[in-house]
């Protein structure tokens, strides 16, 4: 048997060793952090998807300068330790919109379309150089800076109708808008990837799944300006349909927005979803299910969490709830790319429902509660909370007292009170084997264990804790 495995590993080194290797300084790359070398890196990638696929190899050391180029099928993009792929920051060489013919959202850096049989490995460092595209650095971000028609801010990766794409191992980020952007996708593998973005940009969001199917992401530390991890249905590429099938496990992530966030932009249907074994750190939101547009979030699992949040200023959208589940239409505003966020030829949208939604064995410590609240009760029915704990402690000089619903049609504030369960305008709520506990620190508008308005069938089983100030009245539910 020793020897069977012995050959065994032989013939695997084998494959590998006889892989065709493409040397991107074959095809004319300088790899001196001063020559742009997309013309050889797209040489180089060419050559091997045209010769049947093999390794597009980036020789270590070196930092490798580069404006936009194209992925093609049938290739391992690899980038070995101490290779650093640098986005150019010339903003006049990025051109092609990130959403079509929607220009006002980003343009593409690295880009790939139809593709299939792409691996992106090693551990080498794909830098989007974010903060070269930004404005003056402001305490709580950065300036974005005023464009007339194109946003010239490149995402780092986005890839149109993929399929079978492995992402592995290698160190993403510093990017001026979104990170891993896979658009129309089926059949994805995301592990062990250490994606790091400044916490001061806007939109920086880390990993967008749009209309992408049968995905899993696993064993990653991602840090985001903006959402971490998001699920969403762009109106720009419907045709791709549903976005479902999707596992997230054994990851952890830091957001000035919202660490895990299913929507705003959803105009089909987001449905059987797993988060499991997650760690949110020091986030203005941990989970939000934020539907916005006429599509149905459904049948989706959070499990076994710890989510730690604390408020942001009001740059960022979220005020520390660690689970937020909402649904409103969207906000009618004069926006860069408000023709976008309609149906063809609407000047107002609607919402769909949200429902059938677990959590479970989570634990959440924040300056906030967990906030539910719909339009009209019949938009979120079935949310199942068991074994969800909340401990609520003024952490920070923000001010609190405050949810946030942004971009909705109604205020997008919601002032008043913050209790460890907030529902408003929903069905069939259930809350069992849960706990709510208050800090030292106790502000005048912390309030009750759960505080409940228009929401019919709602049932609490074995939740204990009491009010932050139990001599006061209590709410009426």
Not at 27 to 48: L, V
Not at 83 to 98: F, G, I, N, R
Not at 389 to 407: H, M, Q
Request: proline share 3%.
């Amino acid at each position: 048997m020793k020897k069977i495995f012995v050959a065994l590993v032989c013939m695997m080194a084998f494959a590998v060793n006889a892989q065709t290797i493409f040397n991107v300084k074959d095809f004319g790359a300088k790899g001196d952090g001063k020559t742009d070398d997309a013309m050889a890196i797209q040489k180089a990638i060419d050559a091997c998807s045209n010769a049947g696929g093999g390794r597009v190899l980036f020789p270590a050391p070196g930092t490798y300068l580069s404006g936009p180029f194209n992925l093609k099928s049938n290739i391992d993009f690899h980038l070995p330790g101490n290779v650093l792929l640098l986005a150019h920051p010339d903003e006049k060489k990025y051109t092609k919109s990130a959403f079509r013919t929607n220009p006002g959202e980003g343009t593409i850096w690295i880009g790939g379309e139809n593709i299939e049989n792409l691996t992106l490995s090693g551990t080498g460092e794909i830098n989007g150089n974010g903060i070269s595209f930004m404005g003056a650095e402001l305490e709580d971000s950065y300036v974005l800076k005023p464009f007339n028609i194109v946003d010239p801010r490149p995402h780092v990766l986005t890839i149109v109708g993929g399929k079978n794409i492995r992402i592995r191992d290698l160190k993403i980020g510093n990017s001026a808008y979104w990170t891993v952007h896979l658009i129309g996708c089926d059949d994805v593998v995301i592990s062990g990837i250490t994606l790091l973005n400044s916490l001061k940009v806007r939109n920086s969001d880390g990993i967008d799944l749009d209309h992408s199917k049968n995905v899993r992401i696993s064993d990653c530390y991602i840090e985001s300006g903006d959402d971490c991890i998001c699920l969403k249905n762009r109106r720009e590429y419907e045709e791709f349909g549903v976005c479902e099938n999707i596992v997230v496990s054994n990851c952890t992530m830091t957001s000035r927005s919202c660490a895990i966030k299913i929507g705003s932009e959803n105009m089909d249907t987001i449905r059987q979803v797993l988060f499991n074994n997650c760690i949110i750190k020091k986030s203005n939101r941990g989970v939000g299910i934020q539907n916005r547009d006429e599509g149905v979030v459904t049948d989706v699992i959070f499990s076994n969490m710890i989510i730690e949040g604390q408020l942001f200023s009001d740059v960022w959208w979220g005020k520390a709830e660690p689970i937020y589940v909402t649904a409103f239409r969207r906000a009618k505003i004069d926006h860069k790319d408000a023709n976008w966020r309609f149906p063809k030829g609407a000047t107002e949208g609607r919402v769909g429902e949200v429902k059938n939604i677990y959590f479970s064995n989570i634990k959440c410590i924040s300056e906030n509660g967990i906030f539910v609240s719909a339009e009209s009760a019949d938009k979120i029915s079935n949310i199942v909370f068991d074994h969800v704990d909340v401990f609520i402690d003024k952490t920070t000089a923000l001010p609190g007292g405050i949810y946030d619903r942004r971009p909705a049609q109604v205020e997008g504030f919601v002032t008043g009170s913050t209790s460890g369960f907030y529902f408003e305008n929903a069905t069939g709520i259930k809350v069992r084997n849960s706990h709510v506990e208050w800090g030292k620190n106790k502000p005048a508008y912390f309030n009750q264990v759960v505080e409940s308005k228009n929401t019919p069938l709602l049932q609490l089983k074995n939740v204990t804790g009491e009010a932050a100030f139990p001599s006061k009245k209590k709410k009426s539910k």
